[in-house]
């Protein structure tokens, strides 16, 4: 009969923890491989037709639509850019976009940073109630407001002059909070500010307006840089809009390069890749340049801040 001393049992205990602790890491070891090559596949079959876009804006016509697929150029035609810009008015486009741009992200900061605030930190009554009437509003189709604005548009704002044909229609509603993603982003990353910083500075006099300016905007770059990169996004990529109220001189690249495959020259599809790889040349530069404070303001709004 054997028998068993505490010294024994300890190391025996030891032994099958250190074993399931191996056991444990081979399996998460394993899950995130699984998950890494998941990601990875993914990642593939996204960047697939964008490499393939930009590969045939070097091509001559007759490279692109070979069988098999030629991934490379046999000679890359940088010639393609230059032409295409020569065809259609691209900087016109460009510019146009940036003026869109620039104005409407301008706009959403202001409007969504001063509803966030009052949804966050003022008290007032039926907050609650039109804070959910706001996330509806995140649930209608952006389409089915198109009539009814372009109406408001012909038929009410006529002062100083029709706003259809000018940048006013994209750009003006930007200014009153229409977008209900960024204040509820906004909103969530003012509620981890603690309180106690809103108190301090109202016993030293500031008002609502300076401690909003002073105070949470400055402790809150990394939402402000996700509000500004996805309203950029959503902007530089609209075509619906752009279409129905701008006039051919003052389109936008995305309303431009579709008439420029439609019109110009619909068979010259090398020309339409360069102008598609100068469109997105734009947004992969600006991702990458702010890719830290995106994650980390879509984190932290995920968690109220915190």
């Excluded at 049992?9 to 074993?19: E, G, K, M, N, Y």
């Excluded at 930009?54 to 069988?67: D, P």
């Excluded at 706009?107 to 009554?125: D, E, K, M």
């Excluded at 198109?146 to 000018?166: D, E, K």
Aim: hydrophobic content about 55%.
């Amino acid at each position: 009969m054997t028998t068993t001393t505490p010294s024994t049992s300890i190391a025996l205990d030891t032994q099958r923890a250190a074993r399931q602790k191996r056991l444990r890491q081979r399996q998460s070891w394993v899950s995130r491989m699984g998950i890494h090559l998941i990601l990875l596949l993914l990642s593939v079959m996204a960047l697939v037709p964008v490499l393939w876009m930009i590969s045939s804006s070097l091509k001559a016509s007759t490279e692109i639509f070979v069988t098999p697929i030629e991934w490379l150029p046999r000679t890359p035609r940088w010639g393609n850019y230059t032409e295409a810009f020569n065809r259609a008015p691209i900087m016109l486009y460009f510019w146009n976009t940036m003026i869109v741009c620039g104005f409407s992200v301008l706009g959403v900061l202001i409007s969504s940073s001063l509803v966030a605030f009052s949804f966050s930190r003022l008290q007032w009554p039926g907050r609650n109630f039109f804070f959910g009437l706001l996330l509806a509003t995140m649930m209608l189709p952006g389409i089915i407001l198109i009539v009814p604005r372009f109406l408001m548009f012909s038929y009410v704002f006529q002062w100083p002059g029709r706003w259809i044909g000018t940048f006013l229609p994209l750009i003006v509603p930007a200014y009153f909070a229409t977008h209900g993603l960024f204040v509820f982003l906004i909103r969530q990353f003012f509620l981890g500010i603690p309180v106690e910083l809103d108190d301090a500075a109202r016993i030293d006099g500031a008002s609502s307006l300076r401690i909003l300016w002073q105070i949470f905007v400055p402790l809150s770059k990394p939402v402000m840089i996700t509000v500004i990169i996805l309203s950029f996004m959503q902007f530089y990529n609209d075509f619906l809009e752009p279409l129905v109220y701008l006039k051919p001189a003052t389109w936008t690249l995305a309303v431009g390069i579709r008439a420029i495959n439609d019109s110009a020259y619909a068979t010259s599809w090398e020309l339409v890749f360069a102008t598609g790889t100068f469109m997105l040349a734009p947004m992969v530069v600006i991702f990458f340049v702010a890719q830290r404070y995106f994650v980390e303001g879509v984190t932290l709004s995920g968690f109220g801040g915190r």
